[in-house]
């Protein structure tokens, strides 16, 4: 990965290498998260806190653990303006005593929590983005981009294996961690979503909750070969973001968390600027929509 992500560097004929490093820096601190996270139960890490976060959602110890790690692993480098994650309320300044830089990373630590005492796959999402010109003391303003204006977005996902999943705006790349080594290798190079699919994701437990459209939609799909599709279709709900559009990268899909009555007032479920933002970009990367 670290010869890939230099590789991929000359091609920016004005880099300056500060990217290359701070990539660097986000592959060591998801090493690490793996590290903790594949331990399971033998750190006595699995347990749910009495805090919640921003969202109002349970946070898990290892929510807590996972966004340290990320900011202690990042916050000296001098490559960042600022960190924005799920598990803050506000963004964190990098403290006086380091340099700062022209980016700015958003996070969500481990996704799909709620899934690791129970051993189902979870993950690290990420984004990057410049940070306006000249400010070294970013506002919450200045990380509400557009997802457009995103450098770099990823993934790591701990699953059966750790994998790392990156785009720069040049295609999706995925990389496999070997433990013995330390290092991720690239085993899935040019990852493009598969054109037919039967399957689809979603949490049907809300579907009385969806606007109408979605419910047909959904409806038509369950109706299958009587139905106006005229085919059979797959239904697959893990709970973790990752790994339902890890899956969708390798053997095609939809992923779907409609907008629903219950979650109206908030906008909808998932975060806009660390989990929406990057995974659109890696599926658009990979041929998807
Ligand atoms: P539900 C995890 O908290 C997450 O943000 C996504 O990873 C996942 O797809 C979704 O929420 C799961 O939501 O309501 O099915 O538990």
Redesign the pocket.
Known sequence: LTQFIIEEQRRFSGATGEFTLLLNDVVTACKKIANQVNKGALLGTMGSLASENVQG?VQKELDVITNDIFISSLEWSGHLAGMASEEMEAPYDIPGHYPTGKYLILFDPL????NVNINISVGTIFSILRAPEGVTQPKVDDFLQPGTRQVCAGYALYGSSTMFVLTTGHGVNGFTLDREVGEFYLTHPNMTIPEDTHEFAV?TSNQRHWEAPVQRYVEECLQGKEGPRSRDFNMR?V????A?VHRILIRGGLFM?PLDSKLKDQGG??RLLY?ANPMSFIVEQAGGA
């Not at 996704?111 to 709620?114: A, E, P, R, V, Y």
């Not at 709970?239 to 990752?242: C, F, G, I, K, T």
Request: cysteine-free; glycine content about 6%; overall charge negative.
């Open positions: 959602e996704d799909g929590s709620s949490n709900w709970a973790s973001m990752v339902e968390y479920k998932l989990e």
